[in-house]
């Protein structure tokens, strides 16, 4: 339970094993909250995200969103990445390379029944919000890093994620213009009641962004 008395939002006790890497997580989010995670590079930051996210599953233990649970390997319950309502934005942003920057982002959209010009109406609002709307058009190939990232941003937030997470995904916006838009997902565009977890190296981020700070090692969290 979070200080408010409100169940947690997400909320994870088990483990995973990824290709001989291993990978234990006890913690929970509150609703509304901003989770960092930093740790040294191989330590199992981007395993954890792909786990929450549904891309690798628990071999032990129990995942929680709200009061679902949408992986507990011992009663085979499993929730498919695309029915657990997250939005997960990796380092490089990993564009859809057949569609435009606009279609990428209207993607989940037209998944979850919006009607065509809606979803891309809806699309071009994200995307200006996040300083891309002159990317439109473009495909992925045509986009520096930093654009992908704003575009991937918008992708996500698309959905109305209940849970966001973020490898470094601010991590190629130049410098200027990154604690603007960190501040403006974060605050402004991401659903009221979602949570957010961060991996960043940043350390100006991280103080900036987390309500709550962990770091992990060799696969292991600490608070």
Known sequence: MS??????????????????????????????????IQGPNGSGKTTLLRVIAGVAGLWNGTLRMGDRIVDEPEHHTWVDPADRSVGFVPTDGVLFEHM???????????????????????????????????????SPSQLSSGQAQRVALARALAIEPRVLLLDEAFSAIDADSRPGLRSRVLDELRPPQSVV???????????????????????????
Do not use: M
């Open 3 to 36: 200080a408010e008395g409100e169940a947690a939002a997400l909320e994870i006790d088990g483990g995973c094993r990824v290709a001989g890497f291993e990978l234990t997580a006890r913690f929970s989010c509150p609703p509304r909250s901003v989770t960092v």
């Open 100 to 138: 435009s920057a606009l279609d990428n982002v209207a993607y989940g959209l037209l998944r979850h029944g919006r009607s065509k010009a809606d979803g891309r109406d809806r699309a071009g609002e994200l995307l200006a919000a996040v300083d891309a709307r002159p990317l439109a058009d473009q």
């Open 197 to 223: 977890l961060l991996v960043t190296h940043d350390a100006d981020e991280a103080a900036a962004a987390a309500d709550q700070h962990l770091t992990i090692d060799a696969g292991h969290i600490t608070h």
